[in-house]
């Protein structure tokens, strides 16, 4: 900030450099690495999948996780302060962001991690059996007809998702280096601890081969599809919190000197690493599912929300010894996934409004904790998968990837990608070619505008999902359109300390 400047404060800082990398790898290793990865790979032509999926780690991934940690290290702010840095014209690209990530994807991941730890309790009496399928749809979610059909709140979810929130508002309440950094120090060592339990018990299990078949063993004629691709680069964007804001926040908060470049290849490697590792532990379970049952293994998972609720349910209770244990490990693992992730959400947020308004974080964590419990309680209604499954489409196959669409703009149009690569190359031993300029002036917003595109073309040739398309517009498109125009109204609003006064190196 400004020195000497009447409305000054004090930025924080990251304790540890450690604690950095934790947070933010804490933040893209999400409930999506355990399961929706596997599902990808499961549906996609197993170790085929891997092919396009690292292809778009390195040409879309890296290079935009180098962006937004250069952008926020550069500019010491928030993705609303960062943009406005840059441009006030732009300042709505990085409150709309922070907007429907916080009233949007947070609301319902948040009821999702309720699931979760509701099936941690589940887990101490296989309270599932005999049916994991007709359990989770008819007696825990008791889902309603459709959209529209509300139906009530369920208790039981509601009464989890209070949790999740409480354990949210403690973490962001207490800061970056007593919340964020000390939560992460405890979540991460944690989470790979228990996910590698999860492993190694899976792998000795009887037909663990047979899992790890499916999954290892390229089907190539798969790679001619074009949606195996999409699947692809839509996975490594969403898994590392790309477009989110919160890499920007985060690198806001890390010294002067810093390793951009290699603590960017840490966090993407490593995140893609675990949900590597993570596979073989799920497609061990399924293997082992397929063996008891006399499925094949390409038949005992129809969709990824099943592969978590109903197929590993349905597998761990066939397990012949600790069956209930396993249960715990599992659904423990989700929860202080979901939660690392949840966090950063509300993390990028609070900066947002901490560098423009100056409110105290204390009041705004609380606050944005009260109404994302409020927000989340729509997704705990009977309809709420619907509900969850719709707005996901949206805000995930749209917002994201045209707020990144307009980012790389902003970044290697306007602003210029040669003026951050000189930033990052004056800080990091590990120095960026022109090959990044080219990634993030053309190669990732082309990789993006064709998913862009394609997500479009279908979605005209069919309702997404067989949904009546009164029910997408109203809650999957307005939802976007809704937080575009409180973005607007938030970026006309004067900063206390403008974004051009601020201490920029």
């Given at each position: ?235 490594i964007f969403f898994t590392l919190s790309l477009g989110f804001g919160i890499m920007i926040a985060y690198a806001s908060y890390l010294p002067q000197k810093s390793e951009i470049v290699r603590d960017s290849l840490i ?129 995930t196959q749209y917002g994201l990837v045209v707020g990144a669409i307009f980012e790389c703009i902003l970044i290697g149009w306007i602003y210029k990608a040669q003026r951050l690569k000189e930033h990052i190359n004056h ?38 999902g067989g949904y009546p398309r009164l029910s997408i517009v109203l809650i999957g498109r307005d939802w976007l359109i809704y937080t575009l125009f409180f973005a607007i109204i938030v970026a006309s609003h004067p900063w ?10």
């Amino acid at each position: 900030m400004v020195k000497n400047h009447p409305l000054a404060h004090h930025r924080p800082q990251w304790k540890t450099h450690i604690g950095f990398l934790l947070a933010a790898i804490g933040s893209a290793i999400g409930l999506g690495n355990i399961w929706r990865f596997s599902y990808l790979c499961y549906k996609n032509g197993g170790g085929a999948f891997l092919i396009p999926y690292l292809i778009a780690l390195f040409i879309v991934g890296i290079p935009l996780m180098i962006l937004e940690i250069g952008l926020g290290h550069k500019m010491r702010g928030s993705a609303p302060a960062a943009f406005a840095s840059i441009s006030k014209k732009w300042e709505w690209l990085g409150w709309w962001q922070v907007i429907f990530v916080m009233f949007g994807i947070v609301l319902y991941y948040s009821v999702v991690i309720s699931w979760c730890l509701s099936f941690l309790f589940f887990s101490f009496k296989l309270s599932w059996l005999p049916d994991p399928n007709s359990f989770f749809f008819n007696q825990f979610l008791m889902a309603s007809s459709g959209p529209f059909d509300i139906g009530q709140l369920r208790t039981p979810i509601v009464f989890s998702l209070l949790l999740v929130w409480l354990f949210n508002w403690l973490i962001v309440f207490s800061g970056v280096t007593k919340g964020l950094e000390r939560a992460n120090k405890i979540f991460m060592p944690l989470l790979f601890f228990l996910t590698a339990i999860i492993v190694f018990w899976g792998l000795r299990l009887p037909g663990a081969a047979e899992g790890l078949k499916v999954y290892l063993r390229p089907d190539f004629s798969r790679l001619w599809d074009i949606k195996v691709w999409m699947d692809a680069f839509s996975q490594i964007f969403f898994t590392l919190s790309l477009g989110f804001g919160i890499m920007i926040a985060y690198a806001s908060y890390l010294p002067q000197k810093s390793e951009i470049v290699r603590d960017s290849l840490i966090i993407s490697g490593a995140n893609c690493a675990f949900s590597l590792f993570a596979g073989f532990g799920v497609f061990s379970v399924l293997g082992y599912m397929a063996h008891t049952t006399g499925q094949p293994v390409t038949e005992v998972v129809t969709e990824s929300i099943g592969l978590a609720f109903v197929a590993f349910p349905k597998a761990i209770s066939l397990l012949p010894y600790f069956a209930k244990f396993f249960g715990v490990l599992f659904f423990m693992s989700l929860v202080i996934a979901g939660l690392s992730s949840s966090v950063s959400i509300i993390e990028a947020f609070t900066s947002g409004l901490v560098d423009k308004f100056h409110y105290s974080r204390k009041v705004v964590a609380s606050s944005l904790s009260i109404f994302g419990f409020l927000g989340g309680i729509i997704f705990a209604t009977q309809s709420g998968l619907y509900w969850l499954d719709i707005v996901d489409h949206f805000l995930t196959q749209y917002g994201l990837v045209v707020g990144a669409i307009f980012e790389c703009i902003l970044i290697g149009w306007i602003y210029k990608a040669q003026r951050l690569k000189e930033h990052i190359n004056h800080y990091s031993s590990w120095k960026l070619n022109r090959w990044w300029n080219v990634c993030v002036k053309i190669v990732i917003p082309l990789s993006l505008l064709v998913i862009l595109i394609s997500s479009l073309i279908e979605e005209l040739t069919a309702a997404y999902g067989g949904y009546p398309r009164l029910s997408i517009v109203l809650i999957g498109r307005d939802w976007l359109i809704y937080t575009l125009f409180f973005a607007i109204i938030v970026a006309s609003h004067p900063w206390k300390i403008e974004p051009g006064e601020r201490n920029l190196t």
